[in-house]
């Protein structure tokens, strides 16, 4: 098969080589559009560098239409010139800098510290670098008179002169050339004393007819200085180096280059050895951005940036700088080859943490994206709480808490949100979210476990009303049956925002009797919530599977990976395959507290520095929240002093017992239907027994060895049967006598609820 004239006008086709083979050899002297393609066919080394060569530099050069054609097969279809432009990426018109506030304010901070820093060196080194350009002063007085004197004397033209003396026979012309240099020699005598002169004239005009002597003194050192920069050696600079530049070389290709070539990679190597500096092609110039220099570049074909990424220590080593200042990311927009190389002036770690811009101000919208820290260029990163589920997950010690305290904060900060924070770490990490928290418990202890499970009970039963109040509201109100910003506002639907935060899950999840219970239930919220406004976080030092059990991983959108030791915990926390893709937190150090990647807010994962808040600082900032919630009507449970946690430590039966007098007047007999019970609970209870049904209350009395049994009662002259409980069950389990005491009417033995 042989290519068309409109295929190879196209670039595309398929070559038969055989053919043109046999063309060329019955006619050698064919033209050279003939050979063409085989030729190019046959130098695969030549199309391979095209390949990867610039892409600006590809649409330039008309030769790139030529066909992409190996032994009768099509390797590639290339566009022409104009479909080349078309498909190259334009250049940004502005540079970061000039687009993101933050960028321009971290690169005019860069300017001023650094042209700051370089004139202040300079000026306090000023009279050092004038005794210096003195002492050189004769030198350069020295060399003034010699130039002037070869210049009198035209000792530039003496050699020619020469040459011409030694090879003319010719008397007249020898003497002619003679008078001629006789006669300049004698105009710049004349010019010279006429300089020399005006010279003289300007220092006594100086010495003599100025009054200042300032002035005198400030012309007279001028002219001193102006002799010493004739008199300089260049091997001996006057002035220093403000920045030690011999510690961090300056970041140039040839730099990166090298340091490319250090990190071992084969292919790459390989590429470099055959190519030289043309297999790596820079995609645009090294530019300043924020706090630092990147550079985007294409490697040889068959060399990833993930490669690159994998060996971040190494590259830094090349390119002598510290890890933390090395940030080299994929493309995966443009392809995998692409290696965007982020050099900052900074390490992360070193830098000071940006300040979180809710901090002393601001409301936030949890519909919204939430500042969270900044990026290695300086960038805010963001993320949107709602509709979402989190994970996030580090070795110990590296930020974990801190984190989801930032992202409980800023829940809080939305006075719609109701929260549910649970430290099962235990301490006081989470402490001040007392003020704020619908419930806010702190460690892992029986009673604490109980609280959870009797809260994420709740928790469950709240989902489902909320389904099935969507289920009510009419579709111009909520066209796509979830939870909009507008219905989260109106308190009387009570579909507000629930955030639910744990810290440490592996023990709520690995308890021994509850932990398929609450396994359960958070993975019913994790899928199911989301529309209904509930939002799950979950924090681990140990993120596999019985620390986070798969139905929740599989269904978390965004993930914070702080440093972790191997590819199956970063996988597990940022999601399968993102080792591979070169998305590694393992590469963070141990210093880079707080230093996360985040998946799942954007197309492309980042890098984050989450703000630094302390606990003193997020006490400030739960008291606004407070202030916030009592303003709009919104302070609910714990905060609101309608549950205890820390202090209720009661199981159902003391909360059946709180509600159900000795000497009930309704129910005469000691029994009551569970039906009843449960709507007392409710109403004493609301957040821990809203929405609670008689068999719930079968259940949950049932793993303290009590049953139900039949009770009758009469209602408007008729008898009903319901399952009930009995009292005396309740007091004889939990070891308590009954009494008439008139100030303990209901003989319960907690109260309030
Ligand atoms: N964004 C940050 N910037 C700077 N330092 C931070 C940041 N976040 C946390 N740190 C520091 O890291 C330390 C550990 O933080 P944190 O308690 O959140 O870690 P953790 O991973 O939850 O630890 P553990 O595994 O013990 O629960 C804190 O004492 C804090 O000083």
Redesign the pocket.
Known sequence: MTTTPNQEAHGIGVYDLDAARRAREAAPEASESTNAAPAIAENVSERAQAAHDNTDAAAEDDTETTPEIVDGQVLAVRDDRSGTVKAAPRREILPAWAKDRESAKSAAAWAVKHYGHTTTYHGVRLPTYYAKLAARSPLGLGRVMAMCWGWIFDAEDKENRMTVRGNTLDAGAYLRLREDHRRQIKARVFLAVLMLLTVAGIAAYVVYGIDSLMVQLGLGLAALAGLGLLGRNPDKPITGRAVDTAKEPRLTSDLILNALGSLGLARLNQAMAKEGAKAIAFVSPIMRDGAGFRAELDLPPGVTASEVIEQRDRLASGLRRSLGKVWPETDPEVHVGRLVLYVADKSLAQSK?APWPLATSGKVNVFEPIPI?VDQRGRPVVVTLMFATGLIG??????????L?LLCLAAALDPRVELHTYNL?GGS?LGMLDDVAHANRSGDDPEDIDYLVRDLREGAIEMRRRYKAIKTLPREVCPESKVTDALASEKSLKLHPIFWAF??TQKMFEHPTHGAEIAEIVTDLVKRGPAVGIMVWL?T?RPDAKSIPTGISANAVLRLC?KVMGQVENDMVLGTSMYKSGIRATTFGRKD??IAYLVGEGDDPVIV????V?APAAEVICARARAARLAAGRLTGMAAGEILPDDDTGSILDHLLAVWPEHDPEWSNGKVWCDELAARLAEHNGSLYGGWTGEQVTAAVKPHGIRTVQVKKVIDGKQTNKRGLVRRDLTDTLGHTDTDDPDNPIGGVLAPV
Not at 609 to 612: A, M, P, V
């Open positions: 943490p820290g580090a070795l110990p010690r590296m930020g974990k808490t801190f984190t305290r770490k990490d810290d440490e924090a030092q702080l507290l707080g520095r989450s703000s630094f302390d």
